[in-house]
C-alpha cells in the first residue's frame, strides 16, 4: 500500500490558477502510474487526469484538456495538477489515485486513495 496525502485545495477566483500536489508518505511510488480525480456535491466522482509512472504519458478528460497540466517527480514521489483558466465548474474535492501498475488505463483498478483536497472556484 501507498500512502497519499493531497495538498494545494483553496478557494480562487475565476480564471486564477492552483496547483495541487500529492505527496507519497509511505510505500513505493515510482512504479506505478498515479491519477486525479475530483468530485462535487452529489455528483459521481469522475476521472480528471493521468500520468504513466515513468511521465512520458499523458491522459485528461476533455473538460480539462489545454487547462489542466499533470506531472511528477519520482525522486521527491510527488504527483503535481497544474490548474489554469479555472471556471466555477470546477469546484470539487480533488483526490490523488494510485494505479495498480505502470500504466494508466481507464479501466484499471486503484490501489490507494488520498484524502482529498478542496477546490472552490468563485465566479
Known amino acids: 500500500q501507498v500512502q497519499l496525502v493531497e495538498s494545494g485545495g483553496g478557494l480562487v477566483q475565476a480564471g486564477g490558477s492552483l496547483r495541487l500536489s500529492c505527496v507519497a508518505s509511505?510505500?513505493?511510488?515510482?512504479?506505478?502510474?498515479m491519477g486525479w480525480f475530483r468530485q462535487a456535491p452529489g455528483k459521481e466522482r469522475e476521472f480528471v487526469a493521468g500520468?504513466?509512472?515513468?511521465?512520458?504519458?499523458?491522459y485528461y478528460v476533455d473538460s480539462v484538456k489545454g487547462r489542466f497540466t499533470i506531472s511528477r517527480d519520482n525522486a521527491k514521489r510527488m504527483v503535481y495538477l497544474q490548474m489554469n483558466s479555472l471556471k466555477p465548474e470546477d469546484t470539487a474535492v480533488y483526490y490523488c489515485?494510485?494505479?495498480?501498475?505502470?500504466?494508466?488505463?481507464?479501466?484499471?483498478?486503484?490501489?490507494?486513495w488520498g484524502q482529498g483536497t478542496q477546490v472552490t472556484v468563485s465566479s
Open positions: 489515485a494510485r494505479a495498480i501498475g505502470g500504466e494508466w488505463t481507464m479501466s484499471g483498478r486503484i490501489g490507494d
Open positions: 509511505s510505500g513505493t511510488f515510482s512504479i506505478y502510474a
Open positions: 500520468i504513466n509512472w515513468k511521465g512520458s504519458n499523458t
